[in-house]
């Protein structure tokens, strides 16, 4: 069973991970949690101490637990530059500022790290509009270049071809043939996968709506930086950490929005790609970091379950996860782990750590923070 205690700064709550029931437990490992959480709110995803609080709750989180591994993740940034307009000055002291808490992280605990950037953000050069179609194209919440396409009319095929902005309309059997071996549930996948060009994001059924003002750019390689090595691609991160493990404390720390261009340490580039398709900062890029396989399948274009009315959905608090991925570095990792990160929804699932808190904020709302334990 794994539990999640929800604290809302008034008051704490534990439930079953997996049906959402409140439960009853008051084990030490338990009331360690609600003491970490308690001593550390969560500020908000676009309050400049967002980042701080990834610092701040990992460190005590460490020393109630002593890992040999520590996952996180600063979003701060990311979603900061994402859906506020700023100047040029104050983003670039947003990035000096992640930097300055991930030296103050790893100085304080010792860990060797393995920094990696998500890759960088543009400026938004506008909207690909898709909500009048005869078929239903989607975009994820956190998706920007992708959409996914479901029973399309030749007519929608024939309008979406002829988008200037529109860089690439691959259809299911060319998208899935480019990660062989893999076994998709093919019930899910969109007939077609459009891709924007740069600077371009997609209008579908289930964009928010509030108004982004910079997008990922979704390049094909992303930086790195670890005294441990240099892996080519990011399914070989696992490998590497996982091979130094036996005799290190390692911390994997991931920073979002950030590419080459505003890496702040000497870093090398890491291949971000598979052909023309380029991860974005999300729920695919992170489980093919912590499983070393690509799993572009497990969160495609769009949402996998639009079409399915489900009342009692397991994992309620784990947004569009349905269950906990397999293989992740913290779920196979036969020590003892923990994850810290300020992307709501992300941390307690893609990591797999044994303990892990996040902040519990939806559409930038802030409504506390979450403890979860994977037993």
């Known amino acids: 069973m794994s539990l999640a205690i929800i604290d809302a700064r008034e008051y704490q709550r534990l439930f079953d991970l997996r049906t959402g029931a409140?439960?009853?437990?008051?084990?030490p490992e338990i009331l360690m949690v609600r003491g970490v959480l308690a001593r550390h709110p969560y500020p908000g995803d676009i309050d400049e101490a967002g980042n701080r609080w990834v610092s701040d709750t990992a460190l005590d989180l460490i020393e109630q637990v002593q890992p040999r591994l520590a996952c996180l993740c600063y979003a701060h940034q990311?979603?900061?530059c994402r859906y506020t307009p700023l100047s040029e000055s104050r983003r670039r002291a947003m990035i000096?500022?992640?930097?300055?808490?991930?030296?103050?992280?790893?100085?304080?605990c010792g860990y060797t790290p393995v920094i990696v950037g998500t890759g960088g953000l543009t400026p938004l050069a506008g909207e690909i509009d898709l909500s009048r179609l005869d078929g239903l194209a989607i975009s994820s919440h956190w998706s920007a270049r992708y959409a996914g396409l479901h029973r399309?009319?030749?007519g929608d095929l024939d309008f979406v071809r002829g988008l200037e902005h529109i860089e690439r309309?691959?259809?299911r059997e060319e998208w899935v043939g480019l990660f062989p071996g893999t076994a998709?549930?093919?019930?899910?996948?969109p007939e077609y996968l459009l891709v924007a060009r740069k600077g371009w994001t997609f209008r579908t059924t289930g964009t928010p709506l509030r108004r982004a003002h910079m997008i990922p750019s979704a390049g094909p390689a992303i930086p790195v930086a670890t005294p441990l090595g240099s892996p080519e691609d990011i399914t070989k991160i696992r490998g590497l950490i996982e091979k130094n493990l036996a005799d290190t404390r390692i911390?994997?720390?991931?920073?979002?929005?950030?590419g080459a261009g505003d890496f702040r340490m000497p870093h090398h580039a890491c291949g971000n790609h598979v052909g023309w398709y380029c991860y974005e900062p999300g729920e695919a890029q992170y489980l093919t970091i912590t499983t070393g396989t690509h799993q572009v399948f497990a969160y495609p274009a769009g949402y996998r379950f639009h079409d399915e009315n489900d009342t009692n959905p397991d994992y309620p608090y784990s947004g569009f996860f349905k269950s906990v991925p397999k293989h992740t570095l913290g779920r196979d990792f036969q020590g003892t782990s923990v994850a810290v990160g300020n992307r709501s929804m992300l941390t307690h699932m893609v990591f797999g750590a044994g303990i892990s808190v996040e902040c519990f904020a939806r559409n930038l709302y802030n409504q506390g923070t979450m403890g979860v334990i994977h037993r």
């Open 96 to 108: 000096e500022g992640v930097f300055q808490e991930v030296e103050r992280f790893v100085r304080t």
């Open 184 to 189: 998709p549930d093919l019930g899910r996948i």
């Open 169 to 171: 309309v691959a259809d």
């Open 251 to 258: 911390a994997l720390i991931i920073i979002e929005g950030i």
């Open 22 to 27: 409140q439960v009853e437990d008051d084990s």
């Open 152 to 154: 399309p009319t030749s």
């Open 78 to 80: 990311y979603i900061a």
